[in-house]
């Protein structure tokens, strides 16, 4: 190999050693301020200058914003995103300069476990809410380091909510399903340029908290997909064919996966050949 493919190589090693130890450390301070009591209102939020230097978040990197949000649940659950402010006097061709951005975390549960969130750290449930969360981060710090162009964002914020939230209204669950078209979901959104990497670092954390193979955790992510189109076409009257609006999906997460953990390779040629 040449001496500048061994180069590029070892930058992109270094890319992605550098985000798992943000997501490490997010996770871990997360963990610690809840356990402190700094979580009790419901709100808190955690500068980037309270994380070590060495960690090096893009520049418009701001910090994690917790928040707490009310359900009938009586265990916690995890949703994120990543909050993006552009910088309205630059741009750099068709990407637009970002101002500032802070990774997202919201908290679901009742009244009950708000007040005692700081108890709900250490008790039995605690690696579940670890498992949900280091995914989160992990994909949502994907994008914080990609370049951005806002024709990317097919889904605004309450429409994206179907995919995340499992504490949603019934009433609101119907009214966001009736507005979303399956393949342009596909497409626009699960296949654009900066979704598909940060689900597939999310497909991986996942599958290593699980201590499950990465493909089965991809296959887990298509019949989620197939289910949703499923959804959509009994609520919209469309006769959306599950499989056949998932393959070009299945087809392009596969051929990505391959390319980005090449380790995989085997399991993954498998699953292609049977889908």
């Not at 979580?39 to 939020?45: D, E, I, L, S």
């Not at 949000?69 to 630059?90: A, H, M, Y």
């Not at 670890?130 to 995914?135: D, E, H, R, T």
């Not at 689900?199 to 990465?214: D, E, N, R």
């Amino acid at each position: 190999m040449q001496m500048k493919s061994l180069l590029t190589e070892w930058r992109k090693y270094l890319i992605v050693e550098t985000k798992d130890e943000q997501a490490l450390a997010i996770s871990r301070k997360v963990i610690n301020d809840i356990k402190d009591g700094k979580f009790n209102k419901g709100k808190h939020f955690i500068p980037v200058s309270e994380f070590p230097d060495n960690l090096k978040f893009p520049s418009h990197f701001e910090g994690v914003y917790l928040r707490f949000q009310d359900s009938p649940k009586t265990t916690i659950s995890v949703s994120g995103g990543l909050q993006r402010e552009e910088d309205k006097t630059k741009e750099d061709g068709e990407y637009h300069v970002l101002s500032k951005t802070s990774l997202l975390l919201i908290f679901s549960g009742n009244s009950f476990l708000k007040k005692f969130m700081s108890d709900y750290i250490g008790g039995p449930n605690t690696n579940d809410l670890i498992s949900q969360m280091k995914p989160i981060i992990r994909h949502e710090l994907e994008h914080a380091h990609q370049k951005y162009r806002k024709d990317m964002e097919y889904l605004p914020s309450e429409l994206i909510s179907v995919l995340v939230n499992k504490d949603m209204d019934n009433s609101k669950l119907v009214s966001v399903l009736t507005q979303l078209d399956a393949e342009q979901l596909i497409k626009k959104y699960y296949l654009n340029e900066n979704e598909l990497p940060a689900h597939l670092v999310q497909f991986m954390k996942q599958a290593k908290l699980k201590s499950i193979p990465y493909v089965e955790e991809l296959k887990a992510f298509f019949d989620q997909v197939e289910m949703l189109v499923a959804l959509l076409s009994t609520f919209q009257g469309k006769q959306y064919d599950p499989e056949q609006t998932t393959r070009l999906l299945k087809n392009k997460y596969i051929d990505a996966s391959i390319k980005r953990f090449p380790k995989q390779a085997n399991d993954l040629e498998q699953l292609k050949q049977s889908i």
